[in-house]
DNA sequence: GTGCAAATTTGCACGGAGTGCAACAATGTT
DNA sequence: AACATTGTTGCACTCCGTGCAAATTTGCAC
């Protein structure tokens, strides 16, 4: 009866505390020592913990590095999205991956420190796509509802949504790349919602003109 | 100066037998047993080889099961598509595709093994996109060049032949996962290369109307 | 604050992954 | 046949990752 006072619990606050500081230790050394030259043990020994409690809290040396996949926007910003009246299905997508990768609440502190790490390591950046499995999927329904909202006709055809839900979600995600690099080679300190917003333009400035050539 | 008779020595047909006999043993036991029921000393033991020896041809279980990367078609073929005169940027980026992945010349055998692995493991197919990062660039570049030889006045403007090159190489490698996706979803036994070409005119097909909405 | 239940941390033991090294074997060359 | 080159193997070693059970910490009710 007497809980929800203080907002979240010794516990939870606690696990949230030893988390941060795994992720933090890792992302340093890391920085530091390189990926090949950091050990589960060392990072272990630098946040306070035994080796076996990393376990605890990440699969692998990899995951504690590249951070958790973002979530879809609350239901309105994503109901506004399906319901949209002008412009393409791609309009509209770029805001809502900004709103989506903002979400990741994260210290500025982890988020400069995880960005220099995943340009500078492909691997980890690879394998952040592949922890974002669950969210194109996620994206793909979102689209695929968009698709029918611009064209009833299609709730006949399955087949058809599911295909081109899953197309058009590749190359959003193709779009996001892009933005990300641009975001991370940090010219000019750009914001990653602006970048995200210049390549879903440009990819419609590309293949705008592309029925008229 | 007695070389070159036999085609290819004994040595390299006979590297080539131990490469294959790997691949084939790790694609069958994982098929039997699932990916984490299967060690490197199991796999060795069929292949008739030293676990040792494995990791002189794989660096990885992973890397034994997702084949190679493959290469850019014969020169002949990239320079067509820097230089045609016709269609988008886009058009005809999916028989390069098609020419380029066609170009592994695979045992059947192995491919559809694999083929069905890569379906059912996503990390698997996740780890063999990271390994394209290499022809990934490769075409990147290709692209580049058919940008410049679309508008020369670009050949100024390296950053944005950069930027735009990247975002364009992203949308097709979003395109080509959508085709591989259909193809080893295999209704009808439809070939990697059709479907390659069925993705891009849909591609085409959804952007091209864009501007005009 | 005492006591009990639930969650968390830790040590331990174990098997698999991956690498450097040196001995050995097979192949290529003359 | 002799020599050089390349490939294979065993060995030792470190690191990764997990199951399990003991010890510790926290939540909660009284």
Redesign the interface.
């Known amino acids: 009866m007497t809980m929800d006072v203080g907002r979240a619990g010794l516990r939870e606050r606690k696990r949230l505390a030893t988390r941060r500081a795994i992720e933090f230790a890792a992302l340093g050394l890391v920085a530091d020592k390189g990926l090949d030259g950091v050990t589960i043990d060392e990072i272990s020994r630098i946040a306070n913990i035994s080796p076996r409690t990393f376990f605890n809290y990440f699969a692998s040396k990899e995951s504690a590095l590249v951070g958790d996949a973002p979530e879809l926007p609350p239901a309105e910003a994503v109901s506004a999205y399906v319901n949209a009246t002008?412009?393409?299905?791609?309009d509209g997508l770029g805001a809502l991956l900004a709103n989506a990768t903002e979400g990741e609440s994260n210290d500025t502190e982890l988020l400069l420190l995880r960005r220099g790490l995943l340009k500078e390591y492909?691997?980890l950046f690879?394998m952040r796509?592949?922890a974002m499995?669950a969210f194109e999927e996620q994206l793909r329904e979102v689209i695929a509802l968009r698709l029918v909202a611009d064209d009833p006709s299609l709730v006949a055809d399955d087949d058809l949504v599911l295909?081109?839900s899953?197309?058009?979600t590749?190359?959003?995600?193709?779009?996001m790349?892009?933005a990300w690099?641009?975001w991370a080679d940090n010219e000019g300190g750009v914001p990653l919602r602006d970048r995200l917003k210049e390549?879903f333009d440009?990819?419609?400035r590309?293949?705008?003109?592309?029925?008229?050539?």
Chains 1, 2 share one sequence.
């Open positions: 002008s412009g393409s299905v791609f492909p691997q690879a796509m592949a499995r295909s081109r899953r197309l058009i590749h190359v959003a995600f193709g779009a790349k892009h690099t641009r390549s440009e990819l419609g590309i293949l705008g003109p592309m029925g008229a050539v």
